[in-house]
């Protein structure tokens, strides 16, 4: 398990620390890449949107949840420059996708699918867990698993008074918020742990 503390890219007051941890199991039988991930979210968190499902419509995949309060997650292997993105909102609601390298030919990517996520709402407290599951049959081999996972962790919160907060392990740029960034990938894991 591998522990992470996310950064503001600017000074706020919407939450006093955003942690949490991620890890992976491999299983090669089955061929499914299991990442699962936590965060949790400690401050006034009455001062956040919290997307909720108000039409008791079927969660699932769904575009633009980035336009709320949003959690991320990154993924790319050792020498590879595709990689994937999820979106998850606390609807319930998310999406991943696949880039060809940086910020390019963006496709969803039904080979990554969210197989279960529970949020807690606690006074003063937010417990978000994902459990990802990766699952292309071509790609999940011994070779591929073999290579390192980079893996980048974000969180775009939204308050009341509609300004977004964006926190991410690192941050680049002092213009803009950047999670796409590779460079800010900064969580190594090896993949068949």
């Known amino acids: 398990m591998t522990k992470f503390n996310l950064v503001p890219f600017e000074?706020?007051?919407?939450?006093?620390s955003l942690l949490g941890d991620i890890s992976s199991v491999l299983n090669l039988q089955k061929k499914i890449l299991e990442i699962n991930i936590?965060?949790?979210?400690?401050?006034?968190?009455?001062?956040?949107?919290?997307?909720?499902?108000?039409?008791n419509n079927q969660l699932g995949r769904k575009h633009d949840l980035w336009l709320s309060t949003c959690f991320e997650c990154f993924l790319s292997f050792d020498?590879?420059?595709?990689?994937?993105?999820l979106n998850f909102s606390p609807s319930g609601d998310w999406q991943t996708y696949a880039f060809s390298s940086y910020r390019q030919e963006r496709q969803v990517a039904t080979h990554l699918i969210l197989s279960k996520s529970v949020i807690e709402y606690k006074a003063n407290q937010t417990c978000v867990s994902l459990n990802l599951e990766y699952a292309e049959p071509n790609f999940v081999t011994n070779e591929v698993f073999k290579k390192r996972l980079h893996i980048g962790i974000s969180v775009i919160l939204k308050d009341l008074s509609g300004q977004y907060h964006?926190?991410?392990l690192k941050h680049n740029s002092?213009?803009?918020?950047?999670?796409?960034?590779?460079?800010t990938h900064l969580l190594n894991i090896n993949s068949g742990q």
């Open 11 to 16: 000074s706020n007051f919407i939450v006093n």
């Open 79 to 85: 020498e590879q420059s595709n990689y994937f993105e």
């Open 166 to 168: 964006y926190f991410a």
């Open 38 to 55: 936590t965060f949790d979210l400690l401050g006034p968190i009455d001062n956040i949107v919290w997307p909720v499902n108000q039409d």
């Open 174 to 183: 002092d213009t803009n918020a950047d999670f796409h960034d590779p460079k």
